[in-house]
């Protein structure tokens, strides 16, 4: 793709944003990201439990922390320590099929937003689309987790796997940056995976690239300058008294849902500036015929 035509897909990324509400589209997301987030977290817990590394649950929402504002995290454990101990140990049962049906919930949002930003219909059936919303769950969240993984397992986890494999000092040294490398990639492979599957579009997966690392760009930098806001200008406290940690997770949220938006607008139009049009998955009868969907290369 030549430079002009990047330029011009990202002035049109911008003007669609706009067009399109995207910020708008974005707080009605992050609504579902909300009713989704806890039976998310359940789920993790639940799967998690039965890897072979101490305390990953509870290094996952260390971690988190980094991230999320501190008084929204502090909400998070609260709401997880009331819903798990009473239940540790018996989360795989029939139960956790409401709370895995609960947590695809934010994906089947997630899909109607992306087919917005790609300006295509949602014609595939319930029975397709709902299945594949909790398929993107397990997806999306066991890369999560080895993306996590390799961020938790720490610089020592590289002199055991030297000893094991016989990897020289070379790989010791480059290790504690490898891993955060590694952890970025499957953040950003995850993106992809949501790129693809998600909205009704016909696509090659390397196409979801460049949004994708927009979108796990965008998030990192808005996740720290939200997090270095709240810690040191924000009053939420103030304003909405008990609810602030409410509130800053629902901002933090928000702000999540533009940058999985932002990425996908981004995609769509590079699309757009090659000069193809947006093929879709599924046609209903009514728009076969319709001049805008047109096979994508």
């Given at each position: 793709?030549?430079?002009?035509?990047?330029?011009?897909?990202?002035?049109?990324?911008?003007?669609?944003?706009?067009?399109?509400?995207?910020?708008?589209?974005?707080?009605?997301l992050?609504?579902?990201?909300?009713?989704?987030?806890?039976?998310?977290?359940?789920?993790?817990?639940?799967i998690?439990a039965?890897?072979?590394?101490?305390?990953l649950?509870?290094?996952?929402?260390?971690?988190?922390?980094?991230?999320?504002?501190?008084?929204s995290?502090?909400?998070?454990?609260?709401?997880?320590?009331?819903?798990?101990?009473?239940?540790?140990?018996?989360?795989?049962?029939?139960?956790?099929?409401?709370t895995?049906?609960?947590?695809?919930?934010?994906f089947?949002?997630?899909?109607?937003?992306?087919?917005?930003?790609?300006?295509?219909?949602?014609?595939?059936?319930?029975?397709?689309?709902?299945?594949?919303?909790?398929?993107?769950?397990?997806?999306?969240?066991?890369?999560?987790?080895?993306?996590?993984?390799?961020?938790?397992?720490?610089?020592?986890?590289?002199?055991?796997?030297?000893?094991?494999?016989?990897?020289?000092?070379?790989?010791l040294?480059?290790?504690?940056?490898?891993?955060?490398?590694?952890?970025?990639?499957?953040?950003?492979?995850?993106?992809?995976?949501?790129?693809?599957?998600?909205?009704?579009?016909?696509?090659?997966?390397?196409?979801?690239?460049?949004?994708?690392?927009?979108?796990?760009g965008?998030?990192?930098?808005?996740?720290?300058?939200?997090?270095?806001?709240?810690?040191?200008?924000?009053?939420?406290?103030?304003?909405?008294?008990?609810?602030?940690?409410?509130?800053?997770?629902?901002?933090?949220?928000?702000?999540?849902?533009?940058?999985?938006?932002?990425?996908?607008e981004v995609?769509?139009?590079?699309?757009?500036?090659?000069?193809?049009?947006?093929?879709?998955?599924?046609?209903?009868?009514?728009?076969?015929?319709?001049?805008?969907l047109?096979?994508a290369?």
């Open positions: 793709m030549r430079l002009h035509q990047i330029k011009n897909a990202l002035l049109r990324t911008y003007d669609d944003v706009q067009r399109k509400h995207t910020m708008q589209m974005a707080a009605g992050s609504y579902y990201f909300v009713l989704s987030l806890f039976p998310l977290l359940i789920v993790f817990a639940a998690v039965f890897l072979p590394v101490p305390n649950f509870d290094q996952a929402l260390a971690f988190m922390s980094r991230f999320i504002p501190q008084d995290m502090g909400l998070v454990r609260g709401v997880l320590r009331d819903v798990i101990t009473p239940y540790r140990g018996h989360f795989l049962s029939v139960g956790i099929l409401g895995i049906w609960a947590a695809s919930g934010g089947s949002g997630m899909m109607e937003a992306l087919n917005v930003a790609y300006d295509v219909e949602e014609n595939r059936p319930f029975w397709r689309t709902r299945p594949l919303a909790i398929g993107l769950t397990f997806m999306i969240g066991a890369l999560l987790i080895i993306a996590l993984a390799a961020m938790l397992v720490g610089p020592n986890f590289g002199g055991w796997l030297a000893g094991k494999v016989g990897l020289g000092t070379i790989f040294t480059v290790w504690p940056y490898a891993r955060w490398s590694l952890a970025v990639a499957f953040a950003v492979l995850a993106v992809e995976l949501i790129y693809f599957l998600a909205p009704n579009v016909k696509q090659r997966f390397m196409r979801t690239l460049p949004g994708a690392l927009i979108a796990v965008s998030w990192i930098v808005l996740s720290w300058a939200l997090g270095f806001y709240f810690q040191r200008f924000a009053s939420l406290n103030k304003t909405y008294g008990t609810l602030a940690a409410a509130i800053a997770l629902m901002v933090w949220l928000y702000w999540t849902a533009f940058a999985i938006l932002l990425g996908g995609n769509a139009d590079l699309l757009h500036a090659t000069g193809k049009r947006i093929t879709v998955k599924e046609t209903s009868s009514k728009n076969v015929a319709s001049p805008q047109e096979k290369a």
